[in-house]
């Protein structure tokens, strides 16, 4: 049980031409990867946070990793933070749980291979078989732009999605994503146009799929009055309201003039910001993540604090592939808490994805929980060196939407509030 080495891995991927409050995905996103090997020839899965940056922290601190238990999640944690400093060194509380997430994610999976337990069950056990995922709507060009070639985005050739500008065109990914996946609720990534063409799109979505929840994510782009304007003109089409504005003081001055329950992954990140976020009713709904709060034990223990004070909890997503989707699906399934469908990236990602296919498939708007040991899903090593290559090759050490966006339009400004 005594964890004899660790492989890092950073690897890139397509990605299509989102658009976000800060900009536009990049062709390639970036994630980092982790083969935990323990004695015995057990061997634990873990994805999480991309960029260099990510991947020299976790080398620096395999040294003290190696040796230790698999089942001493403790002294993991607490290796992690002593190598990178603790509270008095440079890293915040966040940038070293990213750390301890990916390491968090194999240790349990190599803990299921161990003792023939699905990591659901390591987490308490699952409360339910499947996991809703909701329909993830972006605002997206036809297709990445090519600088050499225009520097205008509507001259970029299409690829399979192709453009959604209008509420036709995201009315029509939504009919793409429902009918391959089956979704069932689906949320908008806005702040990107002026309110009212957002707003006009929810409500063509509301037409087109009448009864489906809708959620809307301007990603703190409104101010206050426009985040008030928008729910009183959207408020009965919402299930919830994501992060129309900036903090949690902003959250909260919101929340007091509106009768939506509003959610975040922006403000409430960590487990220092509950108690001014629970004090201040700034949010009705945690959007858990555990890649940023500290892997899977952490999660269900900031879903056993939201539901003792009453708050809502469902989960983030950003890009991402199967060793993640894998985790997310089992800590939902453990979570009795989570009572929204969750987010993923994963139809945007899928394909290329590093873990051997049949195991994560989206089947009425849901994946069914993986009964095999661990995480349940099985690498591809010749897919993880592929994607290695892939981002050998870009060059990249980090994401910059802002960046990105502002090689076609040079007076993009990523300040937020934007409207």
Known sequence: MIIRD???????????????????????????IVQLHVEGGIVGLGEGSGGMDVA??????ADEVIGLNVFDLNGIEAAVNRVLGGDAGSLTRRERREVYAILDVAAHDAQGHLTGLPVSELLGGRVRDSVDYSAYLFYKYAGHPDPARSTDPADAAPDEWGAALDPAGIVAQARTLIERYGFSSIKLKAGVFPPEQEVAAMRALAEAFPGYPLRIDPNGAWSHETAVAVCAELGELLEYFEDPVLGIDGMAAVAREVERPLATNMCVVAFEHLPEAFAKDAVQIVLSDHHYWGGLRHTRELAAICGHWGVGVSMHSNSHLGISLAAMTHVAAATPELAYACDTHYPWNREDDIVRPGVLEIVDGAVAVPRAPGLGVELDPAALERQH???????????DDSGYIQQFQPDFSSTLPRF
């Not at 299509?16 to 980092?32: D, F, M």
């Not at 290559?389 to 994401?399: A, E, I, M, P, Y």
């Open 6 to 32: 660790i492989t890092v891995t950073p690897i890139a991927f397509r990605d299509p031409p989102l658009l976000n409050a800060v900009g536009l995905h990049e062709p390639l996103a970036l994630r980092t």
């Open 56 to 61: 020299d922290r976790l080398r620096q601190v």
């Open 389 to 399: 290559q892939v981002f050998l090759d870009s060059g990249r050490t980090h994401r």
